[in-house]
């Protein structure tokens, strides 16, 4: 006899009757009818199920119902459509309670309330500010000597033509600094004693330019190197300034990425090196890579430095940008307002980038980058 699942006979002979509700006598061979003819062979006929099958209607082991959630699975209306599987129902659309509705007005009373105690307290302060630095007796001299309005509108054009040299120099050799700078941050993490010449020039190519101020560099390149009248050197002003500046960031930008390569675990290079790749392969698409993602937001404020640094080459006394168009305008009427329009250019033009700083360093996972001022 074929019993059907939850079957049980009282006696020998007597019918068994399945879960499905079809029966089978005692003793008689199963069939199964398929096109209005009888099947033996252990078919089962329409509605029984043999041990171990599943039922018609039923759902197989470890299937879900239509409409059902899986074990451990979020319910219905909380999986996000992109990962909702094909199975799962569509339920209602989720609502906040009241507990969490309370808790997001709070803060937002919270958020407003601080945000208008910082307005006051910064406007109290700027006043207090104002109100002292007015009321001192030099004032007025003070004010037409370094805000005077319509003399700093008139030289605003020339020195903003020189603030754009200042950009082609950040970018161009930003550029340079980034390449010389890596290959001095790899030389010195190269291994084994034959490479200790190279390890130990750059060692003292990075303490000796990172101790040097970089007004130093400039009237040692600027003025020494064309003084030697070398026929091959160029002999610009505007070119030793450029090297002086890629000398002298370069030394403390090699550090930082540096810094980053020797910060990835030494496992992903032994893994690396144990899936076939060389040496020069392991550190250009494992290492480096992580390296400088992790130093990138010092990286950026390297670049903001470097932007504010391009006007020292004004030094050199021939290259016409912002800061030397400045004392220009300030050496003819002995008026101090082009220094101070120079100088909100330039903030004008770093206040993104540190913004940007900011941003980076968050999605890097500092999370307290810029959330406090």
């Given at each position: 006899m074929v019993e059907g699942a939850g079957s049980e006979p009282d006696r020998p002979g007597q019918v068994a009757r399945s879960t499905a509700g079809a029966t089978v006598a005692a003793g008689e061979p199963a069939r199964t009818r398929s096109g209005g003819s009888d099947r033996p062979g252990?078919?089962?006929?329409?509605?029984?199920?043999?041990?171990?099958?599943?039922?018609?209607?039923?759902?197989p082991t470890g299937a879900t119902p239509t409409g059902a959630t899986p074990t451990g699975a979020t319910p219905a209306g909380v999986l996000h459509p992109a990962t909702t599987p094909a199975w799962v129902a569509p339920g209602p659309k989720w609502l906040p309670s009241q507990i969490q509705l309370d808790r997001i007005a709070y803060r937002r009373r919270r958020a407003r309330r601080s945000a208008l105690i910082a307005a006051l307290s910064t406007a109290a302060a700027l006043g207090i500010v104002i109100l002292v630095v007015v009321n001192t007796p030099g004032w007025p001299r003070f004010r037409a000597t370094f805000f005077d309005f319509g003399y700093g509108w008139q030289v605003l054009p020339g020195i903003a033509k020189g603030l754009w040299l200042n950009v082609r120099l950040m970018v161009v050799c930003e550029v340079v600094i980034l390449t010389f700078s890596m290959v001095i941050a790899l030389t010195r993490t190269l291994r084994g004693p034959v490479f200790f010449p190279l390890r130990a020039a750059a060692t003292v190519y990075t303490d000796l330019f990172r101790g040097l101020p970089l007004i130093l560099v400039l009237f040692l390149l600027g003025f020494g190197m064309p003084a030697l009248r070398i026929s091959w050197l160029p002999s610009s002003a505007l070119f030793w300034g450029c090297v002086a500046l890629v000398?002298?960031?370069?030394?403390?930008?090699?550090?930082?990425?540096?810094?980053g390569i020797e910060s990835v675990h030494p496992s992903q290079r032994a893994a690396s090196r144990s899936l076939g790749l060389t040496h020069g392969q392991t550190m250009r698409f494992v290492v480096v890579p992580q390296g400088v993602r992790r130093v990138l937001p010092p990286l950026l404020n390297d670049l903001v430095s470097l932007q504010k640094d391009t006007g020292l080459i004004s030094v050199l006394g021939v290259i016409y940008d912002a800061v030397l168009?400045?004392?220009?305008?300030?050496?003819?009427?002995?008026?101090?307002?082009?220094?101070?329009?120079?100088?909100?250019?330039?903030?004008?033009?770093?206040?993104?980038l540190t913004r940007l700083t900011d941003w980076v360093s968050r999605r890097q996972g500092w999370t307290g980058a810029g959330s406090h001022i």
């Open positions: 252990g078919a089962t006929s329409a509605g029984v199920t043999l041990p171990g099958a599943t039922p018609t209607g039923a759902t000398l002298t960031y370069s030394a403390y930008v090699a550090e930082v990425l540096r810094s168009q400045a004392q220009i305008n300030t050496a003819k009427t002995f008026n101090y307002t082009p220094y101070v329009v120079a100088g909100l250019l330039f903030v004008a033009l770093t206040i993104p």
